[in-house]
């Protein structure tokens, strides 16, 4: 098993940044890749970005493309994800997961499916 453990999220104003962090135990030799969702009330989960675990290739929902950043410490087996410029909108549970190497197909970058564990959450609310 792979436990994820994330913490940074809180209550800001828009245009306010804030870093959220994962920090994962476990069977993490399993890692194929890091991915971060979110979800807001009344609405599906939603992708939002993704890293590999090797090489570090990135991928972006297009809301938050130019305005997140995702990064991984490999030898703290920890993912970031700097969130700057914030909007309203980027209101919700933030939820970081855990993609096993045999889920590696490009298919399983953005759909939850692909992703076998799953934080606990954390808040993130923009205020206007």
């Known amino acids: 098993q792979v436990q994820l453990v994330e913490s940074g999220g809180g209550l800001v104003q828009a245009g306010d940044s804030l870093r959220l962090s994962c920090a994962a135990s476990?069977?993490?030799?399993?890692?194929?890749?890091m991915g971060w969702f979110r979800q807001a009330p009344g609405k599906e989960r939603e992708f939002v970005a993704s890293i590999r675990w090797s090489g570090g290739s990135t991928y972006y929902a297009d809301s938050v493309k130019g305005r997140f950043t995702i990064s991984r410490d490999n030898a703290k087996h920890t993912v970031y994800l700097q969130m700057n410029s914030l909007k309203p909108e980027d209101t919700a549970v933030y939820y970081c997961a855990h993609r096993p190497h045999y889920l590696s197909s490009s298919y399983y970058d953005t759909v939850p499916a692909g992703y076998d564990y799953w934080g606990q959450g954390t808040q993130v609310t923009v205020s206007s």
């Open positions: 476990g069977r993490t030799f399993s890692t194929n890749a």
